[in-house]
């Protein structure tokens, strides 16, 4: 019998005892189903079958639709690099682990499922998923993490002669992107890299990726603070909430609290606590998506290493 019907139960056999005979009740006194029992129209001697609400003969199993198959896609590039060569140097793991994730269909090129070790691609223009994560696999892209100073402008050339990135990534040979921007009287991390759809994914709200900041601001807290700013407040380019907010610390006449956003607008953590009666003493950004700013030293880059570029694409939703 199928899971998805169930025929209707036929009806007992009449008793033959005492209280079984035509017309009777069957034993414990409920009537047959249907109604009249043992009974015949017109003395054809065809008994009446049951009847149940809404239907008037069995029930069919439930034919399930058909499924559409996923059409396949060739991502085999005869010029290309073979894929478990190019995982490895792209930190999965040994060949020999690259080879059991392909074989074990752990592997997506541009969405397919690879289970062949011959294949080979493009890794230019080709995108390769392990277990969900995006891996990065042109050696020429660049994923910088840097703790902007204070009194830096972000921005690769300063009309103005003022220190801006320049002073400290300049002399590299990629053209590197800033995600978003900080302004010169923040400091905290900031991310840098080559790679320009990333960068746009991160720094666009629409995608949601956080950006964490710790501010110090002018005490004591009032209690609706974080009520009114998750519900959001009006500015003059219009309303904008955050995602969460906490007090981290107090000090005589100040506090730390800490902001979560996904907003990038000019300002806008100042603009907002400054909105809701406390100014801004002191703002640094601590994390951007699963990028934390840690113990990196002011002024200094260091490189992000391959989880945190996947993890960055999986926030970016690449």
Do not use: W
């Amino acid at each position: 019998m199928s899971e998805y019907s169930r025929s209707p139960r036929q009806p007992r056999k009449k008793d033959s005892g005492p209280t079984g005979g035509p017309g009777g009740a069957r034993r414990g006194g409920r009537p047959v189903a249907g109604g009249k029992s043992g009974g015949s129209k017109g003395g054809s001697g065809k008994a009446s079958g049951p009847r149940f609400a809404g239907s008037t003969k069995a029930s069919q199993p439930t034919k399930l639709p058909e499924r559409k198959a996923t059409p396949e896609i060739d991502v085999h590039d005869p010029d290309g690099v073979r894929l478990q060569k190019l995982m490895a140097a792209g930190g999965v793991g040994s060949r020999r682990v690259c080879e059991n994730l392909i074989e074990q269909g752990r592997v997506e090129v541009d969405g397919q499922v690879v289970t062949e070790l011959g294949v080979r691609i493009n890794p230019r223009s080709q995108v390769v998923h392990v277990d969900g994560v995006r891996v990065n696999l042109d050696e020429d892209r660049v994923y910088l993490a840097f703790n902007k100073p204070k009194g830096v402008v972000t921005t690769m050339h300063d009309e103005l002669g003022r220190i801006s990135l320049a002073d400290y990534v300049g002399n590299r040979e990629e053209r590197l992107f800033h995600v978003g921007r900080l302004d010169a009287d923040t400091e905290g991390l900031l991310l840098l890299t080559n790679d320009g759809d990333l960068a746009h994914r991160l720094q666009h709200p629409a995608y949601g990726v956080l950006k964490t900041y710790v501010a110090t601001i002018r005490g004591p807290v009032q209690r609706d603070v974080g009520k009114r700013l998750r519900e959001g407040v009006e500015l003059e380019d219009g309303p904008v909430s955050v995602d969460s907010f906490r007090i981290v610390d107090h000090q005589p006449g100040k506090a730390m609290v800490e902001v979560v956003l996904h907003e990038g607008r000019k300002h806008v953590v100042r603009r907002m606590l400054e909105a809701v009666g406390h100014p801004v003493l002191e703002l640094v950004r601590t994390e951007v998506g699963p990028i934390r700013l840690a113990d990196l030293k002011s002024g200094r880059t260091r490189r992000l290493n391959k989880a945190e570029i996947g993890a960055l694409y999986k926030a970016a939703g690449l």
